[in-house]
């Protein structure tokens, strides 16, 4: 006789006997069907949940950048961005569709400041606007005190300068 005898083996299971062994292999397969399904799950849950934070961070961005989600404006500019999520990136386009300030606002300051002193004054505004030379001369009551404004702003007329002094 052999070492190991074929017939006498207890090791292998007899499925056609024994209908254990088949329901055994029935569960086995179920279970892991069951791991299966709960592994889609957990992979479909986990990619929600990653789109729900890539959506968080781009709405992070876009209101640090100082868009208005609220605004008709901002609504069309936050579903047609499509570029990187950056605050920088993000003001750039935005800048571009004037939707923010840009490094242009000293200017406009500026240019906002000079038209409001030219309204103010076309309007006769009763505002401190500091009178200039010309408006002191306007104002003067005598030639000599003309005369006294023009050398304290070191004017000086002498008579053989073209357009020079001539008696009214």
């Known amino acids: 006789m052999s070492e190991y005898d074929l017939d006498n083996d207890t090791d292998v299971l007899d499925t056609e006997d024994n209908g254990d062994a088949s329901s055994d292999s029935r569960q086995f397969v179920r279970n892991l069907e069951k791991q299966a399904k709960a592994g889609k799950a957990a992979v ?3 990619d929600e949940a990653k789109a729900e934070a890539t959506a968080a961070k781009r709405e992070l961005a876009l209101m640090k950048a ?9 609504k069309l500019f936050v579903k047609a961005y499509d570029g990187e ?33 030219v309204s103010q004054a076309s309007s006769g505004s009763t505002a401190n606007v500091p009178p200039s030379v010309l408006d002191e001369i306007r104002n003067a009551q ?7 404004l023009l050398a304290a ?13 001539f008696p009214i």
Do not use: F, H, M
């Open 44 to 46: 479909r849950e986990a």
């Open 66 to 74: 100082g868009i208005d989600l609220n605004s008709p404006t901002g």
């Open 142 to 148: 005598s030639p000599d005190e003309v005369l006294k």
């Open 153 to 165: 702003n070191n004017v000086s007329i002498t008579s053989d300068q073209p357009g020079g002094w």
């Open 85 to 117: 999520i950056s605050v920088e990136a993000i003001k750039a386009a935005a800048g571009e569709y004037g939707l923010i300030a840009t490094s242009q606002i000293a200017d406009v300051a500026n240019d906002l400041a000079s038209l409001d002193r």
